[in-house]
């Protein structure tokens, strides 16, 4: 049994956000929470105070862990960057120790920013992503994860064949998939249509379905890209045209970046119930461009966040909000006309990093949110004292924009306290 103090923040909706000062949350033996209230408390256990602040844990829903050692390299396109950084990094798992090695910091990163689910790609290699797996089960860490599959238009390092892929995932997802109390998950990753053959495009969807798992690959992320699959697929409009031909397009899938979707497209997305990743601080550090959230959202897409490392820099989720805040600002305001449409909020912000993104993953009422029955996946976090004496609506403003990594003291897992030291 544990017992947290302090001030708990709560996202209701897009729209509320709740900021509950003097609460005892309580975590059971179960790992959810058991009770949060305003009662003064004698438990002995106890963590937090007046001053501490309960946040719910960030969900990161786009990532690739392979690519953890490798963020801000900036000053190539696209394609070179792959070509030059990411490739000979993802190859380097073909040795499954030095892969664990790299699972370890990665998962320690990841907690150390306040992220208490990673959905992320792995690298082409079976037995490294089982490392990975096996990882994330000892350190208490929630993932959804699964080994990227390529089997054409890459490095040969990095090459596989489409048979083997295809039968390695399907065993790791047998192994992995809903392990741990279903703590972790597996998700189909195929790279990208210009990566992948038809053959594994289409089993990764067809398993995906078969065994109830996740499926994620990237979506109209840059015009190089889209040039490049108008080409290599003369019949077909656009990569979304393709994954629907291919059967990718499910309620289980996770679609990366959108940064070209057009309206059209948008409305296919939101008819498929398919979740898109919003990815804005690696689309502008890879130059590739302005997802329009505002436009995303009001087609009815659930919309979650992601890191994108190593396309985006930096791990810390709350700076992947505000950028996403700052993208639709900039959008706004560069619009000719300018245009009048509500930026997303702070209040929006925080629902899009815990509970928005619960229920983009399909785990709605079970994590995302501080209340009885939930796991516990929460921060204890202690921001700059001024933000308690702004008004009310302020505080989640300011609380956005000034938490930093440093200020995370405690992060809790299914109610394990897991870090950051
Ligand atoms: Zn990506």
């Known amino acids: 049994m544990q017992t947290l103090l302090g001030t708990v923040l709560r996202p209701q909706s897009p729209t509320d956000c709740q900021i509950l000062s003097g609460m005892t949350l309580r975590i059971g033996k179960d790992g959810r929470i058991a009770e949060l209230s305003s009662a003064h408390t004698a438990a002995k256990d106890v963590v937090g105070g007046q001053d501490r602040w309960i946040l719910p844990g960030f969900i990161d829903a786009h990532l690739h862990l392979p690519q953890w050692d490798r963020r801000g390299i900036d000053g190539l396109n696209l394609h070179d960057w792959h070509k030059r950084v990411i490739y000979p990094a993802e190859a380097r798992f073909r040795d499954a120790d030095f892969a664990e090695k790299l699972a370890e910091q990665f998962v320690s990163g990841m907690i150390a920013n306040g992220t208490t689910t990673a959905v992320s790609f792995g690298s082409p290699f079976a037995a490294a992503t089982d490392r990975a797996f096996a990882v994330f089960a000892r350190r208490g860490f929630r993932a959804v994860h699964g080994m990227v599959l390529n089997d054409q238009q890459v ?28 703590r972790l998950s597996y998700a189909f990753s195929p790279r990208s249509p210009i990566c992948c053959s038809e053959k594994l495009m289409r089993a990764a969807a067809a398993l995906s379905q078969m065994l109830r798992c996740y499926l994620q690959t990237n979506v109209a992320e840059s015009l190089a890209e889209e040039t490049a699959i108008r080409d290599a697929f003369p019949e077909s409009v656009d990569d979304l ?67 994108s490392i190593a396309a985006g820099p930096d791990p810390f989720m709350p700076r992947v909000a505000i950028e996403a805040i700052q993208t639709a600002k900039a959008l706004k305001v560069h619009a000719i006309p300018r245009r009048s449409y509500p930026v997303p909020t702070p209040a929006e912000a925080w629902w899009a990093l815990t509970r928005g993104a619960a229920e983009a993953l399909g785990m709605t009422n079970r994590i995302g949110n501080l209340d009885v029955g939930f796991e516990a996946d929460c921060l204890v976090v202690k921001p700059e004292p001024w933000i308690a004496q702004l008004p009310p609506q302020q505080q989640a403003s300011a609380l956005l924009y000034t938490l930093g990594p440093d200020q995370i003291e405690h992060v809790f897992i299914a109610g394990k306290r897991v870090g950051p030291q």
């Open 155 to 182: 490095p040969d390092e990095i090459r596989q064949d489409a048979d083997k892929a295809i039968d390695e995932a399907r065993q790791l997802a047998a192994h992995w998939h809903g392990a741990e109390g279903g």
């Open 241 to 307: 045209e393709i994954y629907a031909e291919m059967g990718m397009l499910t309620s289980r899938t996770l679609l990366g970046h959108g940064v070209f979707l057009t309206r059209q497209q948008r409305d296919q997305v939101a008819r498929a119930g398919t979740t898109l990743v919003h990815c804005p601080t690696a689309n502008l550090f890879m130059e590739s461009g302005m997802m329009d959230y505002v436009a995303h959202r009001s087609a009815g897409i659930r919309v979650a966040l992601g890191s």
